[in-house]
């Protein structure tokens, strides 16, 4: 190959161009097909023959043929794979699918021919225990004193607060209870309330 020099420079790339004498059809062919990548010629050709030197390919001899036969044995292979995927299924259907709809098909009707729901089971009571009376732990008495304690000021500040209590009768709307007390009382309840 020789390279072409202009003013002393080559162009652009690692050599020069050189030419190679082709069929007219086939120049045109392959400049038609060039323009696809929007490459050059040159570029064209160069991955052309990469393409066919990377996958061991003879264009002229076995090579299609080679990858006709790759395809070929994939779609065998492919189609062994979907012949198991579909023998799965089928097996699902028979063994679990079709026998629960079978057995769900068979209450139904049974359920539509009684009319009738299906009675519950009884619930099952325990038997009273009598041994509630029989003191079983024992309070010391400080303890009890201070509950009762509490519990009568409970008492006293319910009744305090019922006897705040007043009925409104409106003029229109139903009548409804309002308590008498302050917000610092209502306050000091929600606090001892929780």
């Not at 299609?64 to 995927?85: P, Y």
């Amino acid at each position: 190959m020789e390279k072409q020099s202009t003013n002393g420079r080559t162009k652009k790339g690692t050599g020069g161009y050189s030419n190679i004498t082709v069929k007219k059809e086939t120049a045109t062919r392959f400049r038609t097909y060039s323009k696809k990548f929007g490459k050059s010629h040159s570029e064209v050709m160069d991955g052309m023959i990469h393409y066919f030197k990377e996958n061991n390919i003879d264009p002229f001899g076995e090579g299609t043929k080679i990858i006709l036969d790759s395809l070929k044995e994939l779609e065998k292979k492919m189609m062994k794979k979907f012949d198991r995927l579909i023998a799965i299924i089928k097996n699902m259907e028979k063994t679990s699918i079709r026998p629960t709809y079978e057995m769900m098909l068979i209450l139904y009707e049974a359920y539509v021919k009684d009319g009738k729901r299906p009675k519950p089971e009884p619930i099952k009571i325990q038997e009273e225990r009598m041994d509630f009376l029989e003191p079983r732990n024992t309070v010391p008495k400080v303890e009890h004193d201070r509950i009762l304690q509490e519990m009568r000021e409970y008492k006293k500040r319910c009744n305090e607060i019922l006897h705040n209590v007043e009925k409104v009768e409106p003029m229109m709307g139903k009548p409804y209870l309002k308590i008498n007390m302050g917000i610092g009382d209502f306050e000091s309840l929600k606090h001892r309330l929780r």
